[in-house]
């Protein structure tokens, strides 16, 4: 074994090889030595553990595998097979394929053209986002956690805030509102119960001190059973008697009936407008389908003033989000939603998915790997719709847990999810274009958990 160690090239010998040298011009001489420190580094411990030795080309090939893997994106892209569109973890919606013209040089972001002075940030979309919601006024910040942070604190600083005990939300990613309102150093008072708050609860809780009342959407779960909530209209009206904004923290940004993709009907922002809503703010990378980003819509009076706050400054959002979203406001205002990625995949029908299915599952076959096409549930995800799900299509695999954590390791990760201890791949969440990737990338997974996947019957 000793022989072996001492056997082993030294660093500054191993990048004089004709290839090592080459990749250490491409990478870098510090990359390129790190890589052999680490490559020799797991070579010694398999000598350890009591491996054989390597050639000096598999040295090589080690140390140029090290290269790529520090070469590869730091964020990879995966096929996201589980069947919720707006996965969190996975970026909530995804961005069309082709990047703006305006990204890939300079624009116009702070610049009047015609004039040829400096311009205001968000001068060019304002209009553009307040017409989308028929709104009058709006405002584009970072995410909608720093829509709320901006509101509470431009506009409730040191006063009470009315929030209903049922709203109390916590959203995935640490966003509690009890804590987003704290660090807007405003206070929470609690109205109602958890089930049932009135308006009189309400009404009885404002005083001198109050500067808001907020409803926030219920995101993630629902309250079902005894339950009631005053409605938007008696809240806006009560607020409005009292001089105060009603805010509405909406969430999703649903701006189109959910019925026409047959699911359960959600408040548009249009209808917290059309409800009294003085601010309305929602993301816009969940149903608006953009980028990341928080947008806040409404009346004139209570919107200007955000952004020209102090904090505005540290919330805007950058270049590349302003840009997508503009875009993606375009297509819902022309009702061009197939080049919206979230609703090209809502569009997708049953029908289609099914054909897919059975397309990659013969690919598979003809491979040796069996595929069994079945019905699917999807889901919106990302804190929308949380107890509905959708129709939609893909196949089953046997291989369990052993297949599906093989399946993240492949050169594009497939993540994916069990049902029944079957692998299940959901294909509304896979881009059509990624069907030739799923297939090389189940293929080459279940040759590596080999023998875990053989030609036994697929499931149901
Ligand atoms: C998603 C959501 C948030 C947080 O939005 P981010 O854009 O992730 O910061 C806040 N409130 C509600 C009601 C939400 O649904």
Same mark, same amino acid.
């Given at each position: 074994m000793s022989e072996n160690f001492r056997r082993l090239p030294a660093v500054h010998r191993l990048l004089e090889s004709p290839r090592l040298h080459a990749a250490a011009q491409r990478y870098g001489r510090s990359a390129a030595t790190e890589a052999c420190r680490k490559a020799l580094e797991s070579i010694r411990n398999r000598l350890r553990l009591g491996g054989g030795s390597l050639s000096d080309a598999e040295i090589e090939d080690a140390v140029l595998a090290e290269l790529r893997s520090l070469e590869a994106d730091a964020y990879r892209p995966v096929v996201?097979?589980?069947?919720?569109?707006?996965h969190t973890n996975l970026g909530r919606s995804p961005l069309p394929a082709q990047q703006a013209e305006s990204l890939s040089g300079y624009l116009?972001?702070?610049?009047d053209v015609e004039r040829g002075c400096r311009g205001q940030r968000l001068a060019p979309l304002k209009e553009r986002v307040a017409h989308l919601f028929g709104a009058e006024a709006a405002v584009m910040v970072n995410n909608n956690a720093s829509s709320l942070l901006l509101i509470l604190r431009a506009l409730t600083h040191r006063k009470e805030v009315l929030v209903s005990r049922s709203q109390l939300i916590e959203i995935g990613g640490s966003f509690r509102l009890p804590a987003v309102m704290e660090a807007a150093g405003c206070t929470l008072v609690e109205v109602g119960c958890t089930n049932r708050t009135h308006l009189k609860d309400y009404a009885e809780a404002i005083n001198d001190e109050t500067a808001a009342i907020l409803v926030a959407h219920q995101s993630n779960f629902r309250i079902v059973g005894f339950t009631t909530n005053p409605s938007m209209d008696d809240l806006a009206a009560l607020a409005h008697e009292r001089e105060l904004p009603f805010i509405v923290d909406?969430?999703?940004?649903?701006?189109?009936?959910?019925t026409r993709w047959g699911l359960p009907y959600e408040m548009t922002v249009g209808d917290c407008l059309t409800a009294g809503a003085d601010l309305v703010c929602f993301s816009?990378? #969940?149903?608006?389908?953009?980028?990341q980003a928080g947008i806040i819509v409404g009346r004139r009076r209570w919107v200007e003033p955000l952004g020209r706050h102090a904090l505005y400054r540290a919330l805007r959002p950058d270049k590349t989000a302003l840009v997508q979203m503009d875009r993606t406001l375009r297509a819902h205002q022309a009702d061009?939603?197939?080049?919206?990625p979230l609703y090209s995949m809502l569009e997708m029908t049953v029908d289609a998915l099914r054909r897919r299915a059975r397309r990659v599952a013969r690919r598979l076959k003809d491979n040796g790997v069996l595929a069994t096409p079945r019905p699917t549930r999807a889901a919106l995800g990302g804190?929308?719709?949380?107890?509905e799900t959708l129709a939609s299509y893909g196949f089953a695999l046997d291989g369990g847990q052993n297949l599906l954590d093989e399946l993240r390791r492949g050169e594009t990760p497939i993540v994916a999810r069990i049902e029944d201890d079957m692998v299940v791949v959901d294909l509304?969440?896979?881009?059509? #274009?990624q069907d030739q990737v799923l297939v090389a990338e189940l293929l080459s997974a279940c040759q590596r958990t080999a023998?875990?996947?053989?030609?036994?019957t697929g499931g149901k």
């Open positions: 996201n097979a589980t069947g919720v569109m707006l116009a972001l702070e610049f909406q969430g999703s940004g649903c701006l189109h009936d959910l816009g990378d #969940k149903l608006l389908g953009g980028p061009r939603l197939h080049e919206i804190g929308t719709t949380p107890d509304r969440t896979v881009m059509p #274009k023998g875990g996947q053989s030609l036994k």
